[in-house]
């Protein structure tokens, strides 16, 4: 019996099959032994003919056997080779059955027996996977890198599998700018046939772009040209930036923003001849290399425009193309959309506007002819509106400026899509497309939408020595039950405030275009001010009401607002603390104090007129807003005046994405009360303005405008003026205004994702004009004692002891009272703030400088508020 074994070692194969090397030799020492066998070595004596090799007799195969398959069945091993039983068969075909079956990648070792013919294949199978581990990823997580192998558990392992998953997640990183990662694959043997495959990953730092080179040009320094792109050269100031990151596809983009620049600069021939991008032999960085042509620069030749439509005829000179200019192929872009726009006025949405170059290269000039083509009046046919899942279809459709069957006008289409942006369903910078209808002259409208969250929450709460227990709970649904309406409720508890506010709108009542809407409300107000960093209380008041609301548009821009509001307030002082006999103490409490409590009931009807054209109401970048405001105290109730304020804002993009906007407000109360006496305001302190935070940054809570300072004396007769140590009562205004100027900053792609909005601003107002109150001094004090036996109060102008058998009621250190901030003068401040859309909500933080300020103002650094968002 002649075996002939072929024995493929299992730790050598694994390995191989992990790292992809060379399988071990396939033919053993035995086989190789046999073959020189079949062949006899030369004789050492010469010979008259040459040897001839003898022939190997053929043998016949009787049998093929299969041991130690386990999950494959032996005639599925016997299908993967072409030997059967019958046939004759070599060692060489031997040899090609066991790389037959190592090449299916199902085995890791293979071993074929010949006994006279009866041939025995004994197999170890490739294991199963058990699992799949990942081991070093950090800056991709597992659910993003899992989809990218496709080996799994439960499969049978394979080399191919594995150096498959290991080039896609290498790949996987490489697109998130990390070409220093690497992957070593390892396996883990486990009992029953079964292994863990375990990715090693190392992540390697992301690769930035180093350097970036640009040769040929002349006219642009390299720094102003890579300004212009996407790409900036890693920096120590850059870490908050990603334009440094690489990008393969950044590399065609900024060869367009280069060529766009030149072009926007007259240089109509550049280009770009060449584009590489090398990889440093640290695999950390690129340096990036860019070779250019600039060319001439051209100026502007003859501007023509030719028009074939019958009434649209426009002239050459209102474009912004003006001969002898130099050349600029964003004006040119701006011309064709401009006069695109203009003709879909006249209703012809599918005008042609193409603009043919004629380029003289002995002058340098490049002339340009518009022609516009023949095209019929377009209809609209069908306005579809596509990916709203919950807001219903017509809360939409009402939005549109065009029905259908109305002739197109491009502005209307415009129009339509600044208002269905400005309800705020709807993702940023919606637009409505413009597809051809069912004939040349129709047009069918559709706006594709994709709805975002609608539901503001705010909910906070905390505790402190001051306000104790704190609560904050308010809900807002912009869109409730995808209606359009929008219900609005919010709690606030603490020691010192307390409120409950409801309020409902419909846009469209019974689906006219008639807004309706009412508010009821409780507020408990406990106002205060500190001493000696100790909260003190000095007014309690409680206001109980009711709003009702309605409005109507009156064009397009304008529109009219009604209310009638109804409220109860009862304004109160702690009767221990601030009466005496019975009745308010002004040395106690103030004079001001003193004339603010009591209950009354505003009875108010009230109207607003709107100028609207703002693009996005929610974040508007072009556009105006002026509101005027007027309410009547005096039908019915205790409270009579009227109230006007007017309010105007201006928004627009003085150049790329930068967002300016202008804001001027004020307003004025006139009571028709008669005098309530020496010291008094004919406007009560609860009816008055304020000014502080939020709407004035730089600013404490009523931190300016008029108040009234109560200074106590120390023991050597000197005034304290330590503003923790002052009593600070803000007595609010009859009239205030408020200038405010902010800048819009833009930032990257990735700070956009985020929802990052820095800004800066300045702020300049004031508030002013009531009566000037009644002071009270007490140069030494004051102390009230009574008598024991007889219970008579005796005064002391001083704060001495009571005398034995007395007790004493109160006892007030000297003080001398001042009234301040009452001046139309400006307060300005100036800072910069951020606007996040945070997980959390949105989150807005301000840091401003009070650079004028007057006496007895309360500057504040620093100001935040955060929500949510559902």
Not at 208 to 223: A, H
Not at 731 to 755: D, H, V
Request: glycine share 8%.
């Amino acid at each position: 019996m002649v075996a002939i074994e072929k024995t493929v070692f299992r730790n050598r194969c694994l390995t191989a099959l992990l790292l992809g090397t060379a399988l071990p030799a396939l033919v053993t020492p035995a086989l190789a032994q046999n073959r020189r066998a079949a062949v006899p070595a030369a004789r050492p004596a010469p010979v008259e003919p040459p040897a001839v090799a003898p022939v190997v007799a053929a043998k016949v195969i009787k049998t093929i056997n299969v041991l130690g398959s386990q999950r494959i069945e032996p005639d599925t091993v016997r299908s993967y080779i072409r030997l059967r039983p019958g046939q004759n068969y070599t060692v060489e075909a031997l040899d090609d059955a066991l790389r037959e079956l190592l090449d299916t990648e199902l085995f890791s070792d293979v071993q074929i027996r010949d006994n006279a013919g009866d041939l025995t294949i004994e197999i170890q199978e490739n294991p199963v996977i058990n699992r799949i581990i990942l081991e070093g990823n950090k800056r991709l997580k597992e659910e993003k890198i899992r989809p990218e192998i496709k080996a799994a558990p439960r499969q049978i392992f394979t080399r191919s599998k594995v150096r498959a998953d290991v080039a896609r997640i290498i790949d996987l990183y490489q697109r998130q700018g990390r070409y220093a990662a690497t992957v070593e694959p390892k396996m883990v043997t486990l009992d029953q046939n079964r292994v863990d495959i375990i990715f090693e990953i190392s992540e390697g730092p992301k690769s930035k772009v180093r350097q970036i080179n640009i040769l040929g040009n002349e006219k642009f320094s390299d720094k102003k040209i890579i300004s212009e792109m996407a790409t900036r050269p890693s920096s120590t100031f850059g870490i908050f930036s990603s334009k440094d990151s690489y990008d393969p596809d950044k590399l065609a983009y900024d060869q367009s923003k280069m060529r766009q620049f030149y072009l926007t600069q007259g240089y109509a021939d550049f280009r770009v001849t060449s584009a590489t991008a090398e990889l440093t032999p640290d695999k950390r960085d690129f340096i990036v290399t860019y070779v250019v042509e600039e060319g001439q620069r051209y100026k502007f030749g003859d501007v023509t425009v030719e028009s074939e439509l019958r009434d649209y005829k426009p002239k050459a000179e209102g474009l912004i193309t003006k001969k002898g200019a130099w050349y600029n192929a964003k004006q040119v872009e701006d011309t064709v959309e401009g006069l695109n726009e203009a003709a879909g006025l006249f209703g012809y949405a599918f005008a042609e506007v193409n603009p043919e170059f004629q380029r003289d290269k002995d002058t340098l000039t490049m002339s340009i002819a518009y022609k516009i083509g023949d095209a019929p009046r377009v209809y609209v046919e069908r306005i579809d509106i596509n990916g709203n899942t919950v807001t219903q279809d017509k809360v939409v459709r009402r939005e549109f400026r065009l029905a259908e069957g109305d002739p197109f006008n491009s502005f209307q289409v415009k129009r339509s899509s600044d208002r269905i942006q400005s309800l705020g369903y709807f993702q940023e910078k919606l637009e409505i497309e413009q597809k051809p209808g069912s004939a040349p002259d129709r047009i069918v409208l559709e706006a594709n939408v994709e709805e975002k969250a609608t539901g503001e929450l705010q909910l906070s709460a905390g505790f402190s020595s001051l306000e104790r227990f704190i609560i904050n709970f308010s809900i807002r649904q912009r869109n409730f039950r995808g209606k359009g309406q929008e219900l609005r409720a919010s709690v606030n508890y603490s020691q010192y405030s307390k409120s409950i506010e409801l309020g409902f709108t419909e846009p469209y009542f019974m689906d006219r275009n008639i807004a309706v809407g009412g508010d009821i409300f409780r507020r408990d107000l406990n106002s205060f001010n500190f001493i000696n960093q100790a909260r003190q209380t000095t007014y309690q008041q409680v206001t109980t009401g009711m709003q009702l609301r309605m409005g109507v548009p009156i064009t397009e821009f304008m529109s009219f607002a009604a209310r009638y509001g109804l409220n109860y307030d009862d304004v109160s002082l702690d009767t221990g603390t601030y009466y005496f006999n019975g009745q308010c103490d002004p040395f106690l409490a103030g004079r001001y104090l003193c004339d603010a409590i009591g209950k009354r009931t505003t009875s108010s009807l009230g109207y607003s007129l709107v100028y609207d054209n703002l693009d996005n109401r929610i974040r508007p970048t072009r556009g105006n807003r002026l509101l005027f405001s007027q309410d009547f105290a005096g039908i019915g109730g205790s409270v009579k005046y009227l109230r006007t304020t007017v309010d105007a804002r201006k928004y627009w993009k003085p150049f790329s994405n930068f967002v300016f906007s202008l804001q001027a407000e004020g307003g004025y109360v006139h009571s028709f009360e008669k005098s309530r006496g020496a010291g008094l305001d004919k406007v009560r302190l609860t009816d008055r303005f304020y000014l502080g935070e939020p709407q004035f940054p730089g600013f404490d809570i009523r931190g300016i405008g008029p108040r009234v300072q109560r200074l106590f004396y120390d023991s050597n007769g000197q005034l304290i003026t330590a503003r923790d140590q002052i009593v600070d009562d803000s007595l609010g205004g009859r009239a205030y205004y408020l200038g405010r100027m902010e800048l819009e900053i833009p930032l990257g792609s990735g700070a956009r994702e985020m929802g990052l909005r820095p800004s800066i601003f300045a702020v300049a107002g004031s508030v002013f004009g009531i009566t000037t109150p009644v002071l009270n001094s007490l140069r030494n004090g004051l102390t009230r004692c009574r008598n024991d036996t007889s219970g008579v109060v005796t005064e002391f102008a001083n704060s001495a002891a009571c005398a034995s058998g007395s007790t004493a009621i109160f006892s007030v250190p000297a003080f001398e009272e001042r009234f301040l901030g009452d001046t139309w003068k400006p307060r300005l401040s100036v800072g910069f703030g951020v606007n996040w859309r945070s997980p959390f909500g949105p989150f807005r933080i301000d840091i401003a400088k009070a650079l004028i300020k007057h006496d007895g103002d309360d500057p504040k650094l620093f100001t935040f508020n955060v929500g949510t968002q559902f």
